[in-house]
C-alpha cells in the first residue's frame, strides 16, 4: 500500500532536500517560514521529522555542541532515497490533481 | 543565570519526552530564543525561551503518546489489564484480607480506637497496592519498554500515577459485600484470565520501536 505524506510532510522533506547538509531544527523551520510564511513550533517539526523518520524517509545525525545552543548538540536530518521517492510521488499525486486547473504550474515536477 | 521559569520548562519538557530528542529540540529553542530576543535583556530571552517550549507542548506531548501507543495491540492493552487485575487481587485477596485484622490486633494492642485501626489498615492497604502496582509494571516491562521507560524517566508523571493510586486506596469506600463487590470479583477473574491468554500468546519479535525504522512498520 502507498504511503501517502501530509502537507507538512512533504513541505519538511522538501526544506530538507533544499538544505542538504545543514538541515537541522532550526534552519529547517527558517527555511519553512522564509518560503511559505508558515510558522511551526519546533516541537510540531520534531513530531513530523519522527514521523518521517519511522517511516526511513529521514535519517539524524548528531552534531556539534555550540556555546549558542547552551552547549547543545544540534541533531541533523537527511532525507533517504525512499524520502525522495515519496516526495516525488506526492509532487506527481499533486500535479496530476492541480495541472490543467486555470492559472496553476502546468510544467510536470521531476 | 537562568530564571526559575526557565528550569520548569526544561523539566517539563524532559518530563514530557524523555528521549534524546529533547535534548536537540532544547539546544533549538536556546538558538531560537538567543536570535530573536534582545541580547542585553536576559528578562526577554528567557520569556521567548518558556514561551517556546510551551508552544512546542502539545505536538511533543502528541510525539510522545504516539511512541507510546504507535506499539499498542491487543496483547499490549490485556497486559496492562492483567497487571491492574494483580494490583486489585492483591488488594482484595491479600491486603483486604490481612490488614484489617493485623490493624485491629495493633489497634487493640495500643489500645487504639476504630478509627485509628482504620486509619492503619488504609495505610497498609496503599501502601501494598502501590508495591503491587510498581512490581507488575515492572514485569510487564519486559514486554512493554517503551511505557517503562517512559515512567522511569518521567518522575512527574510516576509520582502522580502513584499518588492517584493511593489517594484511590485511602477514599474508598469498604466494599466488604453486595452486587458491586461480586461483579467486581468476576471482572476482575475474566480480564486476568483473557489477560493470561495474551500473554501465552505474546510474541516480542514482532513488536520493534518505530525508532527502529522501516522494520518497524512491517
Known amino acids: 500500500m502507498a504511503n501517502y505524506l501530509g502537507e507538512f510532510e512533504i513541505i519538511v522533506l522538501a526544506a530538507l532536500v533544499r538544505l542538504g547538509d545543514d538541515a537541522y531544527g532550526v534552519s529547517i523551520n527558517d527555511e519553512i517560514e522564509s518560503r511559505t510564511g508558515r510558522t511551526s513550533s519546533v516541537g510540531a517539526l520534531y513530531t513530523t521529522l519522527s514521523r518521517l523518520s519511522a517511516k526511513g524517509y529521514v535519517r539524524s545525525r548528531l552534531g556539534e555542541a555550540t556555546p549558542q545552543r547552551g552547549g547543545r548538540a544540534k541533531k541533523y536530518f537527511e532525507i533517504t532515497s525512499e524520502g525522495l521517492a515519496s516526495l516525488e510521488q506526492s509532487a506527481r499525486v499533486l500535479h496530476g490533481m492541480l495541472g490543467g486547473i486555470a492559472g496553476w504550474p502546468q510544467k510536470a515536477p521531476g | ?88 487481587l492483591w488488594e482484595r485477596g491479600i491486603a483486604h484480607v490481612y490488614a484489617w485484622p493485623l490493624s485491629q490486633a495493633t489497634g487493640d494492642l495500643l489500645g487504639l480506637g476504630a478509627l485509628h485501626a482504620c486509619r492503619w489498615s488504609y495505610i497498609f492497604l496503599s ?80 513488536h520493534v520501536r518505530p525508532s527502529d525504522g522501516p522494520a518497524a512498520n512491517t
Open chain 2, 1 to 88: 543565570m537562568r530564571q526559575a521559569p526557565v528550569h520548569i520548562a526544561q523539566f517539563l519538557l524532559k518530563t514530557i519526552l524523555p528521549t534524546e530528542d529533547a535534548e536537540a529540540i532544547l539546544g533549538d529553542i536556546e538558538e531560537i530564543a538567543e536570535s530573536k530576543s534582545d541580547a542585553k535583556n536576559p528578562l526577554h530571552r528567557d520569556a521567548v525561551y518558556v514561551y517556546e517550549v510551551l508552544r512546542s507542548m502539545p505536538a511533543l506531548a502528541l510525539r510522545n503518546a504516539e511512541l507510546a501507543l504507535g506499539r499498542i495491540d491487543t496483547g499490549h492493552v490485556l497486559l496492562l489489564a492483567l497487571s491492574i487485575a494483580f494490583v486489585i
Open chain 2, 127 to 206: 501502601v501494598s497496592g502501590l508495591i503491587a502496582w510498581l512490581v507488575t509494571l515492572r514485569a510487564s516491562a519486559a514486554y512493554w519498554p517503551v511505557l517503562w521507560k517512559w515512567l522511569g524517566t518521567a518522575p512527574l508523571l510516576s509520582v502522580l500515577c502513584g499518588c492517584a493510586l493511593a489517594v484511590y486506596f485511602m477514599i474508598r469506600p469498604d466494599p466488604t459485600d453486595g452486587l458491586l463487590h461480586r461483579c467486581f470479583h468476576i471482572l476482575t477473574t475474566v480480564i486476568a484470565g483473557v489477560a493470561m491468554y495474551s500473554v501465552c500468546r505474546f510474541n516480542p519479535e514482532r
